[in-house]
Structures are given as structure tokens and as C-alpha cells.
């Protein structure tokens, strides 16, 4: 199995920037395939940047202002923003896939506001 916490989530103003933390535990961290989604109010669900090998993937609406990237030796997957706006205001999660089973974290909250 697999638990996710996410953290460092908050209010930022437009054009501020937040690194995202996501923490796993168990010794399988380093074998999963590990993804930040975000679900606004009153929207579904949407992948943001995924991270599988070596291989980073991002959402159209944050190519050039995020980043995905995971230091396995600390269990932790991360995700920086920059130039955020508030667009980008929703409940962030991470998301850890191993093999066909996936665990989801509990969400932080991502709020940009002036």
C-alpha cells in the first residue's frame, strides 16, 4: 500500500508562486508513477503534471509555470507553481499509481486571490 499526504498549500496573491509537497509512505515509493490533480468548485477532477520514469507530463493550462518532480531517497513528490492565477484556485491532490492499484492523498487547498 501507499499513503499520500499532501502539504503546503495556501492564499497567494496573483503572480505569487507555492511548492506543493507530497509525502509517501511505505518502501514502494520509488516504484510508483506519481500525478498532481485539481478539482475547483463545481468542476471535475483534472490532471495537472504527472511524473512516470523520467518521463514529466502537464496539463496545456500550466506548461511553462509548473513543475513535477520527486526525490524518491525522501518519499516526496513535489509540485512548483509559478506565475499562479486565479484560475488555478482548487484542491490539489497527489495521486501514486503501482502496478493497477492507486492511492489518492487527502487534498490541499490552493487559493489565489488578491
Known amino acids: 500500500q501507499l499513503q499520500l499526504v499532501e502539504s503546503g498549500g495556501g492564499m497567494v496573491q496573483p503572480g505569487g508562486s507555492l511548492t506543493l509537497s507530497c509525502v509517501g509512505s511505505g518502501t514502494r515509493f520509488s516504484a510508483s508513477a506519481m500525478g498532481w490533480y485539481r478539482q475547483a468548485p463545481g468542476k471535475e477532477r483534472e490532471l495537472v503534471a504527472s511524473?512516470?520514469?523520467?518521463?514529466?507530463d502537464y496539463a496545456d493550462s500550466v506548461k511553462g509555470r509548473f513543475t513535477i518532480s520527486r526525490e524518491n531517497g525522501k518519499n516526496t513528490c513535489y509540485l512548483q507553481m509559478h506565475s499562479l492565477q486565479p484560475e488555478d484556485t482548487a484542491v490539489y491532490y497527489c495521486?501514486?499509481?503501482?502496478?493497477?492499484?492507486?492511492?489518492w492523498g487527502q487534498g490541499t487547498q490552493v487559493t489565489v486571490s488578491s
Open positions: 495521486k501514486g499509481r503501482i502496478g493497477d492499484q492507486y492511492y
Open positions: 511524473i512516470i520514469g523520467g518521463r514529466r
